[in-house]
């Protein structure tokens, strides 16, 4: 398969129980290309990435993953005791120790260098992002994904963590999948935007989402202006996922 992982009518549900929270939901993502994942709160985000990993039942559908496939995941939340003594070094090594030269490169890559003897719950929001960046990054992941990453970061540390994904990808080749509330910013750093309301609203350039009537509908005021601030510049084009897709009133897929 030319893709890393592809999804084909995917339906999931809680249990088997009540409606559907992913409904004929078809996805897919290339080598090296970024993707994010948008959506209202309940839309089946967080959802569809653990069907993606593997992590949740499918009602129906399939999920096709590239063989010896390496993911390296940054979670949308991570609790760490705050009475339990911690060093950044030893929580890169949960849990395979990894070598210190591997620990010193991925923090380095991620922008916080000669972090290894703080302990993590002295960490900034922002330093600790990227330290969680680093260890997603130090089994050299084919795919990055990401849910919420960004989750308590004001926006100047929002800004700086999309550029540091950019760069990363550029740096070694990995594709990033992204979920993210972020929407004047995550355009920005985006190859494709796929929308999502249980099923797939409307997907492709960051440009073309922003303009279909279903991403407006869901989004309103918040999405505006998200072009005049933020362009991807492509030098490259990404063709469309193939095969049907199951949208709802309004939505568009745009070509």
């Known amino acids: 398969m030319t893709s890393l992982i592809e ?5 999931v549900s809680h249990g088997g129980l009540g409606a559907p929270v992913l409904s004929h939901v078809d996805f897919l993502i290339r080598p090296a290309e970024i993707v994010t994942v948008v959506g209202p709160n309940g839309s089946g985000k967080s959802t569809l990435i653990r069907a993606l990993l ?13 063989p010896g496939l390496r993911i390296g995941y940054v979670p949308q939340r991570v609790h760490i005791e705050r009475a339990m003594p911690m060093t950044v070094r030893r929580f890169l090594s949960l849990p ?3 070598r210190d030269d591997l620990a010193a490169a ?9 972090l290894e003897q703080r302990q993590i719950t002295a960490l900034s929001g922002g330093q600790f ?13 084919q795919l990055l994904v990401l849910d919420e990453p960004t989750q308590g970061l004001d926006q100047p540390g929002i800004v700086a963590f999309y550029k540091l994904i950019e760069e990363v990808r ?3 080749g990995a594709a990033v999948l992204m979920v993210s509330h972020d929407l004047l910013v995550v355009m920005r750093a985006s ?8 099923h797939v609203c409307c997907e492709g350039t960051p440009q073309a989402v922003s303009a279909a009537p279903a991403y407006r509908a869901l989004f309103g005021a918040e999405s505006q202006g998200t072009l005049a601030l933020y362009r991807h510049q492509h030098d490259h084009d990404h063709d469309h996922i193939a ?10 897929h745009p070509h």
Request: one cysteine or more; proline letters at 5%; hydrophobic letters at 35%.
């Open 106 to 114: 991925a923090l380095a890559r991620t922008g916080v260098p000669g």
């Open 54 to 66: 593997g992590h949740v039942a499918l009602d129906s559908g399939r999920v096709e993953r590239a």
């Open 170 to 172: 550029a740096e070694t």
């Open 191 to 198: 190859d494709r935007v796929v929308c999502l309301n249980g």
């Open 243 to 252: 095969g049907d897709h199951h949208h709802g009133p309004g939505c568009t």
């Open 96 to 98: 395979h120790r990894v």
């Open 7 to 11: 999804a084909t009518d995917l339906t």
């Open 129 to 141: 992002q990227r330290v969680l960046l680093a260890r997603a990054l130090l089994n050299d992941p």
